[in-house]
């Protein structure tokens, strides 16, 4: 991914260090499309807006740092991978991304399921009214407290991770006198071109039960003779930020393989398949994601040509997209505080922010653009590295990016495709407190998830 450049002119350096960055663009008043929300331009002023607002307007009303989401670019992307899969297969967002009340309402208006994996998150769907039918609850370590809550709630099934959960669940089932929905989550042994700690399906690893050694096979034996459960089908996830396709598709094939497996042995045929999330966004715009509706035929065209071949019927499929649906619908705004130009380097340009609002940078080396979004400039590029305000050297949100080299203090930069895991994964590392997650639509703002405060912090700090 190491690409290099020499641009002319920049600031502060005769030459560039090296580093993970294009050429600078030539305006770097542009916005490329692929990486930011769906409403945002730039006025005739040269200000950002998004959703109709400016990105003034929104800081002055807010506050920075902030999490600014476009709902209708939300909607859209939801309801985009809802018709592309159509009525015979489901698609699941997973709230692991992000997760708020309002989030699940629009989800729930758009027709589409939810996957949690926490008690936390269980809570959340319900409180805002998502049917239980439609939600997945996952997880490789469920208490016995949310699976208890999970069942009486009559969420739509349980992905089982583990032979220890079969058991667990089929008997919490049962003293519920209730008969549970399940899946089997399996680890097809797929290496995902991905980040080491976001890929799921090579077989050293926590989640899922192996194909490998006939384990998988085991584990439907052993559900399949357990009256609290009614096993509905199989589940893969093979990890995160894919581009690639031919992943999923070893992993359908592997999975069909175990349906034909439980059909030869049991005479049942499992009414479900569920490949997971996964799927790629563009964070720079050097990143090709695909579209829906491509993602779609490729998976139901293989399922489909797998169980033709098998001679099974096509299961239903059902997917878990978190971030291809959140990730690109929201950017981070920031007011930029001290810059620090270190000659013969970078210029460090520091936020109100930081690692605390987005861990993503330092926990996965993940690469991220950035845009002064306050005003317009025409000075020359300068490489910058958008650090935070944390007592951490880590505390990178963009590693490395060109910003105009008039920069100054009080400007408005905004990071764009921040909706997925930033807001989820935030943390108050040095009292740092969370930023809100401000919806636009139609020329209007409001906070759906508030700002923290010093009394949140203290009112946990209970002496
Ligand atoms: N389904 C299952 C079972 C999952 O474990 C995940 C993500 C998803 C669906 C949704 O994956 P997505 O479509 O959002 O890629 N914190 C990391 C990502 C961890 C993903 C965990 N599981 C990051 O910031 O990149």
Avoid at 40 to 46: F, Q
Avoid at 236 to 248: L, T
Avoid at 284 to 309: F, G, Q
């Amino acid at each position: 991914m190491s690409r290099s450049a020499h641009p002319a002119g920049p600031r502060h350096a005769d030459v560039l260090p090296e580093g993970h960055y294009s050429a600078p663009a030539a305006d770097l008043n542009e916005l490329d499309p692929k990486v930011w929300a769906q409403t945002v331009s730039r006025d005739a002023d040269g200000v950002v807006t998004v959703g109709g607002i400016d990105v003034k307007t929104l800081a002055e009303q807010h506050g920075t740092p902030a999490y600014v989401l476009d709902e209708a670019d939300f909607r859209e992307r939801a309801r985009a991978w809802r018709t592309a899969f159509g009525q015979d297969a489901d698609v699941f967002y997973a709230g692991k991304a992000f997760l708020s009340r309002a989030v699940v309402r629009w989800l729930d208006e758009e027709g589409l399921n939810l996957d949690v994996c926490s008690g936390g998150e269980l809570a959340t769907a319900l409180s805002a009214g998502m049917p239980a039918d439609r939600i997945a609850f996952h997880g490789n370590n469920k208490s016995v407290g949310e699976i208890t809550r999970a069942i009486e709630a009559g969420v739509g099934r349980i992905v089982l991770d583990s032979f220890q959960e079969i058991v667990r669940v089929a008997h919490i089932a049962q003293s519920l006198g209730k008969r549970q929905r399940v899946q089997i989550r399996i680890t097809v042994g797929v290496e995902a071109h991905t980040h080491e700690f976001i890929a799921t399906a090579h077989e050293d690893q926590k989640f899922g039960i192996p194909l490998a050694g006939g384990q998988a096979a085991e584990a439907v034996r052993r559900a399949l003779q357990l009256d609290g459960l009614e096993v509905i089908g199989i589940h893969s996830h093979i990890g995160s930020q894919i581009f690639d396709m031919s992943g999923f598709e070893v992993a359908a094939h592997r999975v069909v393989g175990l349906l034909k497996a439980v059909r030869d042995e049991h005479g049942v045929e499992l009414p479900e398949i569920d490949l997971g999330g996964g799927l790629g966004i563009a964070y720079t715009s050097d990143d090709d994601p695909r579209e829906p509706h491509e993602i779609a035929k490729a998976l139901t065209e293989i399922v489909t040509r797998e169980c033709e071949s098998a001679k099974l019927r096509t299961p239903r499929i059902s997917v878990e997209p978190g971030r291809a649906i959140v990730g690109p619908t929201a950017f981070t705004l920031y007011e930029v505080g001290t810059i620090k130009p270190l000659d013969g380097l970078r210029t460090y340009v520091s936020v109100d922010g930081g690692m605390s609002d987005n861990i993503r940078t330092a926990l996965y080396d993940a690469e991220y653009s950035v845009a002064l979004v306050s005003r317009r400039s025409d000075a020359e590029p300068m490489l910058a590295r958008v650090v935070g305000k944390h007592c951490e050297s880590g505390d990178i949100v963009v590693k490395d990016a060109f910003l105009p080299g008039d920069l100054a203090p009080g400007d408005l930069i905004a990071v764009p495709a921040t909706g997925a895991y930033c807001r989820s994964m935030a943390s108050n590392y040095n009292h740092v407190l969370r930023p809100p997650v401000v919806a636009v639509k139609d020329g209007e703002s409001r906070v759906i998830v508030r700002r923290e405060t010093e009394d949140d912090l203290l009112r946990l700090d209970v002496g």
